[in-house]
C-alpha cells in the first residue's frame, strides 16, 4: 500500500523534485512534532514518579518548538508550491484514521454489551472441579478477552447438542509483539488477563458439573499459535470438536470486513486441513 501511494504520487507530481521535497519536509516535521508532543505529555503525566522529569520534559518540549515552529514556516511559505497538497493528503489520511479508530471504539462498546448480557449468568452448585475424560465427545472453544462470546458459544452449544458432548475445553492464544512490551509488566498483565477470562469458563462449567479445562499459549501469529494448540488438544482428546464465535455486523460491506482480520475463517482453513472440525457461530453485534 505504501509503493501503490508512493507511485501515485509520483506519477501526480510529475516527478517534480520541487514538489516531492514539500511534501517531503512537512510531512517529516509534522512527524518529529507530533512524537515530541507525545513525549511531553508522558514526561508530564509521570512527573510524580520520575525525579528527572523535569529536564527531560524541558528537552521534549524545546524540540516540540522548533519543530512546530518549523512546520508553521514550511506551511506558510510553501502553501501555494506544494503545501495545500500535503494538507489534504495528510488531512484525509487522519480523517480515515479517526473514522477506523472509531468503527474499532463502537466494535469494543457492542462486544462489551454482550458481556453485560451474560454477567449475569449464574453459576450452579456444583462443588470441586470435575476432570475431562480424554475418550469422551469433547467441545474445544476458541476464546478471546470476551467473557460474553465464549458463554454465548457455549450455551449455544448445549442448546443445539444437548447431552452430547462431555468435556468443553477453552483455548486462548494471545499476541505477543510491540504492544505487549509497551511498559513495565505489560506481558505479565496480559498473561494474567488471559488466565482470569479462561478461569471464569472452567469455573462456570464445573459449577454446573462440567469437566472442564484451559488452555492458554502466546505468539507473534494468533492463527499459528491456535492451530498448533488445537492439533495438541485433537491429539489428547481425539473425539473433539472445535468452536468459536465470528462477529456479524448489521451495516456489513467490504471496508468492514477489511478492518477485521478474519482470524476465525483463517483457523477453521487451517484445520479443516488437518481434517480437524471446525464450527464458527456467528454473534451479531
Known amino acids: ?46 512527573r510524580k514518579e520520575l525525579k528527572v522529569w523535569k529536564k527531560r520534559f524541558s528537552l521534549s518540549l524545546t524540540g516540540f518548538v ?37 468503527h474499532y471504539h463502537d466494535t469494543k462498546d457492542a462486544i462489551h454489551s454482550v458481556d453485560q448480557v451474560f454477567a449475569n449468568q449464574p453459576f450452579g452448585s ?3 472441579p470435575v476432570i475431562p475424560d480424554p475418550e469422551a ?14 458463554l454465548h458459544a457455549l450455551l449455544w ?14 483455548v486462548n492464544a494471545r499476541t505477543v509483539d510491540s504492544h505487549a512490551y509497551g511498559g513495565e509488566g505489560a506481558v505479565e498483565q496480559m498473561r494474567a488477563e488471559a488466565n482470569a477470562t479462561l478461569k471464569y469458563f472452567v469455573d ?12 492458554l499459549g502466546f505468539g507473534t501469529d494468533v492463527v499459528d499459535k491456535v492451530t498448533k494448540l488445537c492439533e495438541d488438544i485433537s491429539a489428547e482428546y481425539p473425539n473433539s470438536i472445535f468452536f468459536t464465535s465470528k462477529l456479524i455486523f448489521e451495516d456489513d460491506n467490504w471496508f ?25 457461530l456467528p454473534m451479531k453485534v
Open 126 to 128: 456444583h462443588p470441586g
Open 157 to 170: 452449544v448445549q442448546r443445539m447438542f444437548p447431552g452430547h458432548f462431555k468435556n468443553f475445553i477453552f
Open 1 to 46: 500500500m505504501m509503493g501503490i501511494a508512493a507511485l501515485a504520487i509520483l506519477f501526480w507530481t510529475g516527478g517534480s523534485v520541487t514538489l516531492l521535497v514539500v511534501l517531503y519536509s512537512i510531512s517529516v516535521f509534522l512527524t518529529f512534532a507530533i512524537s515530541l508532543f507525545g513525549l511531553c505529555l508522558y514526561w508530564w503525566r509521570h
Open 137 to 150: 465427545q469433547t467441545a474445544v472453544f476458541i476464546v478471546g478477552s470476551s467473557r460474553g462470546g465464549g
Open 204 to 215: 462456570f462449567c464445573h459449577s454446573h458439573g462440567m469437566a472442564s479445562s484451559a488452555y
Open 66 to 102: 522548533i519543530c512546530a515552529s518549523i512546520l508553521a514556516v514550511l506551511l506558510v511559505e510553501r502553501f501555494a508550491e506544494g503545501g495545500w497538497a500535503a494538507v489534504v493528503i495528510i488531512g484525509a489520511i487522519a480523517s480515515l484514521c479517526l473514522y477506523i479508530r472509531k
Open 256 to 280: 468492514t470486513r477489511l478492518l477485521h482480520n478474519q482470524a476465525a475463517l483463517a483457523i477453521q482453513r487451517r484445520l479443516h486441513f488437518e481434517s480437524l472440525q471446525m464450527v464458527i
